[in-house]
């Protein structure tokens, strides 16, 4: 299956995602690529200590590498990655209308491809959206995210690529955030899993890794794990239903709250 995981807006953690998500796949043991598919702000490599590798997606693009199994690198989680380099001058030279072909080629070697797509609509995001089997959305919890999301939902559909469901990241972080069903009735998806706010998620990329590698019992780790287990169907043995995620009370609530007592 291909996957392209695409956010609206940037900042939402849709690169985290991505990481987090190829390696809690692997560690339900499918064999995973992920390709960092923005390749004019490259950042996932970064999080695989893998951002100064040639060649890149940037040399198979400009047609300098020939075989893109050359570009792919095995990451001590068992996850395959095929990166692209912080150059700008690779981006300049990169042919966007290569990536199809590039996608075809690696696509049946593994159970999973999964995209991490660039923010926003734009070439290559369209590009990304037309190979991909289904599209996962990640969303913050606020009006901003949905809205751009839902326009990306809708620029999918068009392109025949169906909504597989949402990732509402970053839970329980601000104040008078919208609820779970709130959001899946504006974008018209399922929340297939909410991602609590948690430190460890910054700490682990601040040692280039992702938070499963850091710590694999930290709420967002149990969370992404819990998301590999529903996209591919493998059961896990945590207590994925023991996830707190600590709800602030929005200013509606409190005002409804008020009312009652008066």
Do not use: Q
Request: hydrophobic letters at 45%; proline letters at 4%.
């Amino acid at each position: 299956m291909i996957i392209t995981i695409a956010s609206g807006k940037g900042g939402v953690g849709k690169t985290t995602t991505t990481a987090s998500l190829a390696v809690a796949l692997a560690k339900l043991n499918k064999k995973v690529l992920v390709i960092d598919g923005d390749i004019s702000m490259a950042n996932l490599g970064i999080l695989f200590n893998m951002d100064k590798k040639k060649p890149s997606l940037h040399e198979v693009l400009s047609g300098e590498c020939n075989n893109v199994f050359d570009a792919i690198y095995k990451h001590k989680t068992g996850v395959y990655v095929l990166p692209t380099s912080l150059s700008l001058d690779g981006y300049k030279k990169s042919d966007i209308d290569l990536f199809p072909d590039i996608i075809n080629e690696v696509a049946d070697n593994f159970d999973y491809v999964i995209i991490d797509a660039p923010a926003g609509l734009n070439r290559e995001m369209a590009t990304h959206l037309a190979v991909a089997d289904k599209l996962l959305l990640v969303v913050t919890p606020e009006m901003f995210s949905i809205v751009d999301a839902v326009r990306l939902k809708e620029s999918a559909e068009m392109a025949g690529t169906p909504l597989l469901g949402v990732v509402l990241n970053r839970v329980g972080r601000d104040f008078g955030e919208l609820r779970k069903d709130e959001i899946e009735f504006l974008i018209k998806g399922k929340v297939l899993v909410e991602i609590p706010e948690d430190e460890n998620i910054r700490h682990a990329a601040l040692k280039k890794m992702t938070v499963l590698e850091y710590k694999n019992n930290s709420p967002a780790s149990i969370a992404y794990l819990k998301l590999a287990s529903i996209i591919s169907g493998v059961p896990i043995d945590i207590p994925v239903k023991n996830i707190n995620i600590e709800k602030k009370e929005s200013f509606l609530d409190k005002i409804k709250k008020l009312l009652r007592f008066r």
